[in-house]
């Protein structure tokens, strides 16, 4: 691993480990992506100094420019799709497409959705604008719950602009913008696209967290402006309060798994440190970021978003463009996250005018469905467990997940780590009944007390998941 760092003339951040064994050990099994070399670092550090103060601007824009922006690009995006890629050639073709037909949001709103199942009828070659250009292609693959595992193309251009827009969101998560020699410390299965520019704005990134991991002697070490984490982690690192708060971390970031706000608050105030979620996919990238007022922003820059089939509480499928994919376009996708839009929508108090989610729920797949196959949204099942068995007084409950078995019962799986704050007889009741309410029809609640939880495969942490109905 050593060699492999040091062979090339990149900053070798990943050797920044304050000599301490476990820290380490854990960085062999830290994969470098092969975006990670000296000649994108060096365009990504251009970008950075040519343009971070435009794309900084990009986000005090008015509503009317940033609506201009994305369609110009949406327009462009999809003719050039429609004319270069077989997939979109067929499936538009057949929807009675014509190159110009988009002048506006409600044209091109009316081209198909697609998804994972039916992009992956075409082989990869069918799916990207120049075949020829495939195999020096960079690729993220997702192996998804339940389908076949689906590879997305993207070129050097859409990776760094993707960072760069991380780098942004980075920033706003503190009181002075990122300096060149400061530290970013990434506990995180996957790290970024670069280890650093240049040996400018390192990461540092530890791809696990255990028990024994000396990270509050590693983050004195480092002392990083910044923690990018899975919620996961959470408990974790409040093992490591004192030297957290000594090292200068003046944010937490979590990311990849579901976390309730509930949960994110309850961390950041004992931790004592601002807590900020951000919703992204393999497929899309960074969709969008958490403010300081709560709300999720929308990058968009990056991503254009629907909320489409809204159900009356304002639930719906989350449908992106990713803006900047021209290579494998991905337009309409619907990756099967549910979200709700923040209603009445004008300007944040933080100043964004961007499209706005207040709440996100995670995968689909991790939804549960009543027997008539309607959803129920997984922040509501969420927030009853909130309410029921984590309220801010109940601190015994370490983890949890909930199973849904069959159309009328739920499994739950507990890890207490002292008795509960009542009778567990009584609180299986209530979240019975609150169950019960929000499936519509009596639900049979199991209840079985854990050492640890089942591993699951994409994620360390899968607080809702349902063995039972289609996708
Ligand atoms: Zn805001």
Request: contains cysteine; aromatic residues 10%.
């Amino acid at each position: 691993m050593a060699d492999f760092y040091t062979s090339e003339k990149i900053y070798g951040s990943q050797l920044e480990n304050g000599n301490l064994m476990p820290i380490k050990k854990l960085t062999e099994q830290a994969f470098r992506p092969r975006t990670d070399n000296y000649k994108l670092q060096s365009e990504a550090l251009q970008f950075w100094f040519k343009n971070s103060e435009l794309m900084d601007d990009f986000l005090r824009k008015s509503k009317v420019e940033i609506q201009k922006f994305q369609l110009s690009k949406i327009k462009k995006l999809v003719d050039n799709a429609y004319t270069k890629v077989p997939f979109y050639r067929e499936f538009y073709g057949a929807a009675g497409y014509e190159v110009g037909n988009i002048s506006s949001f409600s044209d091109f709103e009316q081209l198909p959705i697609v998804n994972k199942v039916l992009l992956n009828s075409f082989d990869a070659s069918g799916r990207v604008d120049d075949p020829a250009f495939l195999e020096l292609a960079n690729t993220s693959r997702t192996s998804g719950s339940s389908g076949k595992p689906f590879t997305v193309y993207s070129d050097n251009d859409d990776i760094i602009l993707d960072h760069l827009q991380v780098l942004r969101f980075y920033n706003s998560c503190l009181k002075t913008p990122l300096q060149e020699n400061d530290w970013l410390y990434m506990l995180h299965h996957s790290g970024l696209a670069f280890s650093s520019l240049h040996g400018k704005y390192r990461t540092f990134q530890l791809p696990d967290l255990l028990p024994h991991t000396p990270l509050g002697e590693h983050l004195l070490f480092l002392r990083p402006k910044l923690l990018i984490t899975l919620p996961s982690y959470l408990p974790l690192i409040l093992q490591h309060k004192v030297e957290l708060k000594m090292s200068g971390v003046e944010a937490i970031l979590t990311n990849s798994e579901t976390s309730t706000q509930l949960e994110r608050s309850y961390y950041s105030k004992a931790l004592d440190l601002p807590i900020f979620d951000e919703y992204s996919s393999e497929e899309i990238g960074m969709i969008a970021t958490q403010c300081a007022y709560g709300q999720y922003h929308v990058v968009e820059d990056g991503v254009y978003l629907e909320i489409v089939d809204a159900d009356e509480h304002g639930f719906g499928t989350v449908v992106c463009t990713d803006l900047n994919n021209e290579f494998m376009p991905l337009i309409r996708f619907d990756h099967g996250d549910i979200a709700r839009k923040t209603a009445n929508h004008k300007r944040c108090e933080c100043g964004s005018v961007c499209t706005s989610l207040d709440e996100v729920n995670g995968r689909r797949d991790d939804a549960f469905r009543t027997r008539e196959q309607r959803l129920v949204p997984s922040a509501s099942i969420l927030a009853a467990v909130d309410d029921i068995l984590v309220t801010p007084a109940d601190k015994a409950l370490a983890t949890f997940r909930l199973i849904q078995k069959g159309p009328e019962t739920i499994e739950l799986l507990t890890h207490y780590v002292n008795a509960p704050y009542k009778a567990m007889a009584e609180l299986l009741q209530q979240l019975k009944e609150r169950l019960s309410s929000l499936f519509g029809y009596p639900i049979i609640l199991l209840h079985r007390e854990v050492d640890v939880l089942p591993e699951h495969k994409s994620y360390k942490r899968k607080s809702l998941v349902r063995e039972w109905g289609a996708n």
